[in-house]
């Protein structure tokens, strides 16, 4: 994986196609250093709405973010609704959000993972490991009203005797 | 044994079949249409390594069919069983299907996704299948690294399908909801709730003979158990409403419903050349008529054949050659003659 061309540090992420004034260059960069940068600012609300949603296309300059594994471009997304490759959420993971949480309402899994069978789901020890990873989640988001809820739901299972604390 | 498109299962006065489908891919490659035929066919190979091979003890009730060696009639008889979807017949890619010998196992594989996992039975058996296809997922999964994140789920092609990567469905027969103009409004509060409508074969699909597919919208966030319990709900409260319009009708209407029944019936039993569209709106009419005991017979199994036989793929499938259109009609008008023959 090639190396950021802006920290010079992380592994770059996104390669950037510039058009400006004609003149095509490429850039590697990092996840951290493009949000920084607002290199990166895709709009995917409008999606699957049938609008147009790359809000890139400007005279001077033109962005086209890929994903390192597979070539998907978000242009190219925006046309088929299909994604190139798993390794796509997380190139597009900030778009992908905004847009899960719309076809979904919701943006984190609860189901079966591999290998676990559909009863195992719902056994305490499971919706514990579940509930502490999402109140993780709340805080890193700074979501606190959301994260009391989750509390208040863990100290619940753990009052219920199910679970050790 | 009877196939369940042919049999009945459980509420079979509405509801003609259901089916359980989990879209899974491999970890390590791009989705098909981005992935190379090398890859591809690999996907196949180890996806029947791991289900023909496997320690499963099922291991010799499946078959695997690669669709670059049928032809394209043996493929639109897959579709019109409702094995594999159109997309899949109609695609050119490698591509293939596992199908199990009571036909109600089918892994299709390269359609949109590596895998689509599809169990499939008469009624409404919704948690039935899923006890099928939970263990049949973790037997693929004990080879095959899946793509899954700990944050979003089984990571799929297209991301209306992400999380849980379940569909539910049932198809429902609903002559009376439509005959009495209620369906619209069915159409619309489903749709709040998360649950799409669609015809006879999915996705932009119409619904000939009354028959409608319902299924799940949402599959990230909530438990598989709970996208399946809100489908077979849904489809309960429409089951309902479905039975009362039909009682409704019989009481109030009666003679209007029996000569609309009869004459569906004499239509079909003496028919010279027939569309399958005509033959599927009549044969929801005999179907109603059968359910409410106005015609003795056909059985309603039969009838369940009848939709099958009738089809273009399957029609070609038992001449044993490409026919035109109008020789398929006639065809099918005999065959329709032939089911509707000495009853009454």
């Known amino acids: 994986m090639p190396q950021c061309q802006i920290c010079n540090q992380r592994e770059a992420s ?152 | 044994m009877t196939k369940w498109y042919i049999d009945q299962g459980p509420d079979s006065d509405v509801v003609l079949s259901c089916r359980i489908r989990l879209a899974r891919n491999f970890a390590e490659y791009p989705y098909p249409h981005q992935s190379s035929p090398e890859i591809r066919k690999k996907v196949m190979e180890r996806t029947v390594d791991a289900v023909m091979h496997g320690n499963s003890g099922m291991a010799d009730q499946f078959q695997f069919i690669d669709f670059k060696k049928i032809s394209t009639i043996d493929r639109q008889v897959l579709v019109e069983k409702h094995l594999v979807s159109k997309e899949l017949a109609e695609s050119k890619i490698e591509r293939g299907a596992i199908i199990s010998a009571s036909e109600n196992i089918c892994i299709m594989m390269n359609e949109e996704d590596h895998l689509r996992i599809q169990c499939l039975g008469a009624g409404l058996q919704l948690q039935n299948l899923w006890a099928l296809a939970d263990p049949l997922d973790n037997l693929i999964s004990e080879t095959v690294r899946y793509a ?33 103009g209620h369906m619209k409004g069915i159409l619309e509060s489903v749709g709040k709730l998360g649950v799409a409508v669609r015809g006879m074969f999915g ?91 106005i015609l003795k017979e056909p059985k309603v199994t039969e009838l369940n054949a009848l939709m099958l036989e009738i089809q273009a793929g399957n029609i070609q499938k038992s001449t044993g050659r490409a026919l035109r259109p109008d020789d398929r009609g006639t065809i099918r008008a005999d065959i329709v003659r032939g089911a509707m023959h000495g009853i009454q």
């Open chain 2, 203 to 293: 996705e932009n699909t119409e619904a000939t003979g009354n028959i409608f597919q319902i299924s799940n919208q949402v599959t990230l966030g909530r438990t598989e158990n709970d996208i399946i319990s809100g489908v077979q709900s849904l489809a309960n409260q429409i089951i309902a409403q479905e039975r009362s319009l039909r009682k409704e009708l019989q009481e109030q209407n009666g003679i209007r419903l029996e000569d609309r029944i009869h004459r569906a019936y004499g239509l079909l039993a003496n028919a010279r050349i027939i569309s399958t569209e005509e033959t599927l709106q009549k044969l929801s009419d005999v179907r109603l008529g059968v359910n409410l005991g």
């Open chain 1, 14 to 165: 996104f390669f950037i196609t510039r058009t400006v004034n004609g003149q095509k260059s490429q850039i590697s960069v990092c996840r951290q250093c493009a949000a920084e940068s607002g290199m990166v600012k895709i709009d995917l609300n409008n999606l699957l709405a049938g609008l147009a949603a790359f809000t890139q296309e400007q005279d001077v300059e033109e962005t086209a973010v890929a994903c390192p594994k597979c070539g998907m471009t978000l242009a190219a997304f925006n046309k088929t609704g299909r994604l190139g490759c798993s390794e796509c959420y997380h190139t597009f993971a900030e778009p992908m959000e905004h847009l899960l949480n719309r076809i979904h309402g919701h943006t984190r899994h609860s189901g079966k993972r591999p290998g676990q069978t559909a009863e195992q789901i719902s056994m305490p020890e499971n919706v514990m490991d579940r509930l502490k990873s999402e109140l993780g989640d709340a805080i890193s988001e700074e979501a606190y009203e959301r994260a009391a809820e989750i509390r208040d739901q863990i100290r619940a299972l753990e009052g219920s005797g199910e679970v050790k604390p």
């Open chain 2, 148 to 180: 899954f994140d700990n944050k979003i789920g089984y990571l799929t092609c297209c991301p209306t399908n992400i999380g849980t990567a379940i569909r539910a469905s049932a198809m429902l027969h609903l002559p009376a909801l439509v005959m009495t």
